[in-house]
Each structure stands twice: as structure tokens, then as C-alpha cells.
């Protein structure tokens, strides 16, 4: 795999369910057809975005292969696969198919509350355990603990397969050190889709996006005129055409937040497993007012 695939925008994409719960295949091939034709670089499934905690093995093997499929080298193509049992994570990574995924995503694990030792060796185990390439993932609000700059680095530097991270700490320093000291090929790519055009700016490679489920192009644009030496104005333009969407996004949950405003758009149904349910009234209300009242460019 090229490192380059995961360069740019990512997308933690949706999995889009019917009423009944079961996964909605062609509204995921829908979605999947909206985010590339905006200009991704490269799709995540099965990551928190996705509800990927709420299903099942055979679903997850069929939303991969809907995925491969629909975008049909097109763009990159990453999978989520973590959790807090090492050996399980393992044996899911064990479990893809290598020539369809570029990438693996792995959150830190969460719940257990692991000290920087047993983070190290967690994802040493992984690296160890396959020749894809890693990304790891950094999100200390939803796992309770922090992967710290020098736990990052030195995996970074001790294993050539572990090959950027995504940064949702919101800790702009934290982020900057990194940058300044990791491998020369590392990519850091936010987390946080109010922070990219910032951290872009202190010389980070790219994101993996909520937002660009519903705005592809308009987020996509943004990056690539910070990373591709464009104008910085119109990425700055783009950032907060997008902000005040992105704060509400959030308001009430995710993905609650970016699937009330894919209904609105008419991409998919704003259905959620629990324990996740939909967000309430007047955030939606929020979005749809937003998004009816959005000059993009």
C-alpha cells in the first residue's frame, strides 16, 4: 500500500440501518457513492461513526464488502477493527481479507484504562500480528485514557507497519509534538473535524472526517488547499462555511448528529442501534436550518 492513500481526507462513514435495524445495503451504497464523487482520498468503515460496537461479524464482512465493491479502487479504503481484548483484536484483523483493506484503524483500548505500558504492548501485539499497515487511534473522551505523544512515537519508530495516527485528543500540543518529532513518513491525521484546518496548519497530513459525509467536496476542498499549497483563504472560507454545522453535529451525539442531517438530505434513514437513539428536536431542527441556509461554494 502506498502511504499516500491515507493522505487527505478520510471519511468515517455511517452504517446506514432500516427501521427494522437491519443494515440498509442500498442506502450504503449510496452514501459510499455521495462521499467519492465529492473527492475523498480514501473511506473508513466500521469505526465509532459507524455503530461498528453494535454488530456482528457477519455484518461487518458484508458492510467491508459493500464497501470494497461500491467504490472499486476509486479511493483508499480503511477498516475500524479494535477494542479492549488485545487477542480478539487479533483475531479480527486475522480476519480481513488483506487485498481488499488498505489500512486498519485501531482505537486505543477503552474501559480497561491501560497505562502507557500495556498501550505499547497492545498495539505491538497488532503490529506484530499482520503485515497491514496501522493507523492508530487516539481518542481519549471514548476510551478514558490518552495515548501520549512518546507512547505514539516510539511505536512509530519501532515498527514499520504502524503508520500514522488519528489524533482526537484535542490537544493542540500534544499534536504539535508529535508533528515536530515523528518519522519523517509518519502521517498525522486529526480526529476532530473542527481542529483539521489548525492542525493542517502545524504541518499535519490530512483527517478522518464526520462532516464529509455530508459535504465531501466542500471539506475535501479545504484540505487540499492547506496540504497542496493552495489558497489559504478559501480553505479558510470552506472551515467556516462547515463550522457551525460541525459544533452542532455534536451537540446531542455521534452519530445521532451527522445521520439526522444525512435525512435530512435525503441520503439515508435516521436510524441508530441502542443504546445510541436520535437526536433531539431542536438539534435537528438546528441542522436542517443549517443546511437549508448553506452557500457552498
Known amino acids: 500500500m502506498s502511504k499516500k492513500k491515507l493522505i487527505g481526507t478520510g471519511v468515517a462513514i455511517v452504517t446506514p440501518f432500516h427501521s427494522s435495524g437491519n443494515v440498509d445495503f442500498s442506502s450504503l451504497v449510496a452514501l459510499v457513492e455521495h462521499v467519492v464523487a465529492g473527492g475523498v482520498d480514501f473511506v473508513v468503515a466500521l469505526g465509532t461513526t459507524a455503530e461498528a460496537a453494535t454488530m ?148 499535519g497530513d490530512g483527517v478522518i472526517s464526520v462532516v464529509a459525509n455530508a459535504y465531501p467536496k466542500t471539506f475535501s476542498d479545504m484540505v487540499n488547499q492547506m496540504i497542496k499549497g493552495g489558497d489559504r483563504f478559501a480553505a479558510l472560507r470552506n472551515h467556516y462555511q462547515l463550522l457551525d454545522v460541525i459544533n452542532v453535529l455534536f451537540e446531542d451525539g455521534n452519530p445521532g448528529g451527522i445521520k439526522a442531517l444525512l435525512e435530512i438530505m435525503g441520503i439515508l434513514k435516521n436510524n441508530l442501534r441502542l443504546p445510541l437513539v436520535r437526536v433531539n428536536r431542536q438539534v435537528y431542527n438546528k441542522l436542517r436550518y443549517l443546511h437549508e441556509n448553506m452557500n457552498l461554494s
Open 56 to 203: 456482528n461479524a457477519d455484518e461487518k464482512r458484508a458492510v467491508v464488502d459493500t464497501v470494497y465493491d461500491t467504490i472499486a479502487g476509486r479511493c483508499g479504503f480503511v477498516v475500524g477493527a479494535g477494542g479492549n481484548n488485545t487477542h480478539r483484536v487479533v483475531e479480527d484483523i486475522s480476519a480481513l481479507d488483506g487485498s481488499k483493506v488498505d489500512a486498519v484503524l485501531s482505537v486505543s483500548p477503552y474501559y480497561n484504562k491501560p497505562s502507557q505500558k500495556g498501550i505499547y504492548a497492545h498495539f505491538k501485539e497488532l503490529a506484530l500480528s499482520t503485515d497491514l499497515p496501522l493507523i492508530l487511534y487516539n481518542v481519549p473522551g471514548r476510551t478514558a485514557s490518552n495515548i501520549s505523544a512518546d507512547t505514539v512515537l516510539k511505536l512509530a519508530a519501532d515498527f514499520d507497519n504502524i503508520v500514522a495516527v488519528k489524533e482526537a485528543s484535542g490537544d493542540m500540543n500534544q499534536i504539535m509534538y508529535i508533528i515536530k518529532n515523528k518519522p519523517e513518513d509518519f502521517i498525522v491525521l486529526s480526529g476532530d473535524d473542527a481542529l483539521t484546518l489548525p492542525i493542517l496548519a502545524a504541518g
